[in-house]
T-cell receptor
């Protein structure tokens, strides 16, 4: 029962570097999303996808890109990291047809940009 | 737009005491409401959810929550807390109808358990 798997768990980047946070789910969920968690801010939606080939912006999309080439994978790309992107990132997935279904979360990626 | 307010940033209770965590939401219709718990260094785990029917919902780990439409609230309760309940608790609201929007989370309440 893998559920939602995020890699890496920890990452330190220098300002201006690029990287991709990986997210994979094995539950055949159509809906996948990325959140960032900052102290005192709760979780804020970055991007989401309702299926392969379809992505859209959430509340805080600037500085992040996503793609959804398969149902299973939803990577989050930082093209030029900034200290403001220091955060804990969570990927989540759920069945699309109704929001009364549970969203499953990965364990998170703690990113520090120096 | 929907929003969630958790007015208590930190709450400290003694082990064995009762607990109530507050959550108020703003949404134009009946929302889907959730409580998640996050243990240190972990992801989020669903405690319970409400989308229709009985306004008192039971969840895992002995938690319950009551939906009060007149107060736009969805407070989480537990009659007797255990030290293992120390964690961050998030209330969240979602738009019904299978909308593509993600969940909107409150800022969280940090629960501290005193021995």
């Amino acid at each position: 029962n893998a559920g939602v798997t995020q890699t890496p768990k920890f990452q330190v980047l220098k300002t201006g570097q690029s990287m991709t946070l990986q997210c994979a789910q094995d539950m055949n969920h159509e809906y996948m999303s990325w959140y960032r968690q900052d102290p005192g801010m709760g979780l804020r939606l970055i991007h989401y996808s309702v299926g392969a080939g379809i992505t859209d912006q959430g509340e805080v999309p600037n500085g992040y890109n996503v793609s959804r080439s398969t149902t299973e994978d939803f990577p989050l790309r930082l093209l030029s990291a900034a200290p403001s992107q220091t955060s804990v990132y969570f990927c989540a997935s759920r069945i699309l047809d109704s929001l009364n279904t549970e969203a499953f979360f990965g364990q998170g990626t703690r990113l520090t940009v120096v | 737009a929907q929003s969630v307010t958790q007015p208590d940033i930190h709450i400290t209770v003694s082990e064995g005491a009762s607990l109530e965590l507050r959550c108020n939401y703003s949404y134009g219709a009946t929302p889907y409401l959730f409580w998640y718990v996050q243990s240190p260094g972990q992801g989020l785990q669903l405690l319970l959810k409400y989308f229709s029917g009985d306004t008192l919902v039971q969840g895992i780990k002995g938690f319950e929550a009551e939906f009060k439409r007149s107060q736009s609230s969805f407070n989480l309760r537990k009659p007797s807390v255990h030290w293992s309940d120390a964690a961050e608790y998030f209330c969240a609201v979602g738009a019904p109808g299978g909308g593509a929007d993600g969940l909107t989370f409150g800022k969280g309440t940090h629960l501290i358990i005193q021995p």
